[in-house]
């Protein structure tokens, strides 16, 4: 299963509300359990991310494909911003959620509450998806997604 993780995913690994599920996603996704999909502007973001996390993101992209902006990503972000399903100013979050689609992903995962993993946008996202002929798209927190059996 292809997974998209965001910078979100990455930066929680490192804070502490969030590094237990963070920590436990990459382990799962390592150990084979998701394919872990990046894209090229989760890499541009990691650029000007704490040292900590650019040296995890260089651990773990090794085993990750890297997608990047296509023609046919732009349109679709362009779409969510013609939708106002975000503002422009959180253009870059329409991207993350657009090269998710575009690449096959079945889910992405974010610890973004405000602009990708909420109940008003996630409808939206996929509305617009449909009207373009895209697949619908999960999105969920890492939380929801790592596996809780302990057998």
């Known amino acids: 299963m292809k997974v998209y993780a965001d910078t979100s995913v990455f930066g929680g690994v490192f804070d502490e509300e969030f590094t237990e599920p963070s920590k436990e996603f990459f382990a799962e ?3 084979g ?28 992209v090794g085993e990750a494909e890297i997608v990047e902006l296509t023609q046919e990503v732009l349109a679709l972000r362009n779409a969510y911003l013609k939708a106002g399903v975000v503002t422009p100013k959180s253009i870059d ?24 993993v909420h109940f008003q946008k ?9 009207l373009n002929g ?18």
């Open 29 to 31: 996704a390592k150990s």
């Open 33 to 60: 359990r998701f394919s872990l999909i990046v894209s090229a502007v989760v890499q541009a973001e990691i650029a000007s991310a704490p040292e900590e996390v650019q040296t995890f993101f260089r651990e773990i």
């Open 93 to 116: 979050d329409a991207a993350h959620v657009a090269l998710a689609t575009i690449s096959g992903c079945r889910m992405i995962v974010s610890w973004n509450f405000k602009h990708i």
């Open 122 to 130: 996630i409808p939206k996202y996929n509305a617009v998806n449909a």
């Open 134 to 151: 895209c697949p619908t798209i999960d999105i969920f927190s890492p939380s929801q997604v790592i596996d809780y059996d302990d057998s």
